[in-house]
């Protein structure tokens, strides 16, 4: 038995504009199944709208762009860009999108329809005639014309149909075609030959998603653990994961990366993890900062700037300035110390003086700290427990934990 699928993109008539939509997200599949059906799904989707109206809102027309675009830039999905030939198909945006989403053109199939519309020898006919010999708007898979039903033969059977088609394309410019682009029977068995040869080249990929999707419910699998509907289980799934996050952890501080958990050290993620290091170039920044911006004053012969509003990194100061500065500060801090002396506590407050940027630098630093310590505490909780899990002992323990670590570093 053969399958034959259509999807619709649901399309309600907008009755009440302030309680219904003119178009839906939701879609309705219709099967159809029969030894001579053909082993193809299509996706039927609405027009794309250019502008709003009385019946369709903007947010319709974003609605229906989004909907097609979603399906057109699938890898595996074959675009077959329906252009009707009653416009200038410049005009339509349909091809200018499926090039957006296809470039090349791999996947992109053109459909002109309604061509018994052009007039006989106009050069719109020319045109689209050329379009269909993928002279103009090139796709690698080419176009395919057909000639639709007109409203006075909107009840006439398949046959008739085809039959009326079949002459159609017998006759004037349309003979200059190959048959194998033009009506309904050539299309049927050029999509299957065009879904094959696709699922052929997607093969690999889709193997390895696959691949990558197995392995990703095992992983989860292995997260959730086994059953625990009574206490000691749930105790004991607790306990397992203790052991497992202590273990991470100490790793992670002791600087030993053997383990599975700490990837690779090129990735940005794998270096989060290997906490050590990480730390160990925070304070070799943390010392080159202290040393470059630590100190408050920069006492230079000549001042560069002049910039007395700077909250990080030291102010430059002439040294003569600094020198009746310093000597300011000694005839108002004298004590009862003997003429010719001076009084040693100023040493600390010109030692405050200098140290004024170590609050700021500090802060920052330990900041990244916590920060780097957080993101290894998260990708532990990550590699050994399920989402629900890790979320209970962010709330309950982890983030407590963290809060004090944290008012007691500062």
Not at 381 to 397: C, N
């Amino acid at each position: 038995m053969k399958t034959f699928l259509f999807w619709w993109s649901l399309r309600r008539r907008k009755w009440d504009l302030t309680t219904a939509k003119a178009f839906s997200s939701d879609v309705l599949r219709v099967e159809v199944t029969g030894p001579n059906q053909t082993n193809l799904t299509l996706v039927d989707l609405p027009g794309l709208i250019h502008a709003e109206n009385k019946q369709q809102s903007a947010g319709d027309v974003n609605l229906v762009y989004s909907l097609v675009k979603s399906y057109m830039v699938k890898p595996r999905s074959i675009i077959l860009a329906v252009v009707s030939a009653k416009n200038d198909y410049a005009n339509q945006i349909v091809t200018k999108l499926a090039r957006d989403v296809d470039p090349k053109g791999v996947r992109t199939l053109g459909i002109i329809t309604k061509p018994d519309t052009l007039h006989v020898g106009s050069e719109s006919e020319r045109e689209f005639v050329n379009l269909a010999k993928n002279e103009d708007v090139t796709f690698r898979l080419g176009w395919h014309i057909l000639k639709n039903r007109d409203y006075d033969k909107r009840d006439c059977s398949a046959q008739e149909r085809d039959e009326e088609e079949r002459l159609f394309f017998s006759k004037g410019i349309w003979t200059t075609l190959p048959m194998n682009i033009l009506g309904l029977d050539p299309l049927k068995p050029r999509l299957s030959t065009v879904l094959r040869d696709q699922i052929i080249s997607e093969l690999p990929r889709l193997i390895r998603d696959v691949e990558e999707g197995i392995d990703e419910c095992r992983n989860r699998l292995a997260k959730l653990g086994e059953a625990r509907e009574g206490l000691r289980e749930q105790r004991r799934y607790l306990m397992h994961i203790g052991q497992a996050f202590t273990s991470l952890v100490k790793a992670a501080v002791g600087g030993v990366y053997d383990h599975e958990f700490f990837g690779s050290a090129t990735t940005k993620e794998g270096y989060s993890k290997r906490l050590r290091a990480v730390i160990q170039n925070l304070l070799i920044d943390f010392a080159d900062d202290i040393r470059r911006n630590g100190h408050g004053y920069e006492i230079v012969d000549d001042v560069e700037n002049d910039d007395d509003d700077k909250i990080f990194g030291p102010i430059q100061i002439a040294r003569d300035d600094y020198v009746l500065e310093v000597k300011t500060l000694m005839r108002r801090s004298r004590g009862c110390e003997l003429i010719g002396t001076f009084n040693p506590l100023i040493i600390g407050d010109l030692f405050f003086q200098q140290s004024r940027p170590w609050k700021g630098i500090i802060t920052n630093h330990c900041h990244k700290i916590l920060e780097a310590s957080r993101h290894c505490v998260d990708f532990s909780l990550l590699h050994i427990t399920d989402d629900r899990t890790r979320a209970g002992l962010h709330r309950e323990i982890i983030d407590p934990a963290l809060e004090g670590i944290s008012r007691a570093l500062e």
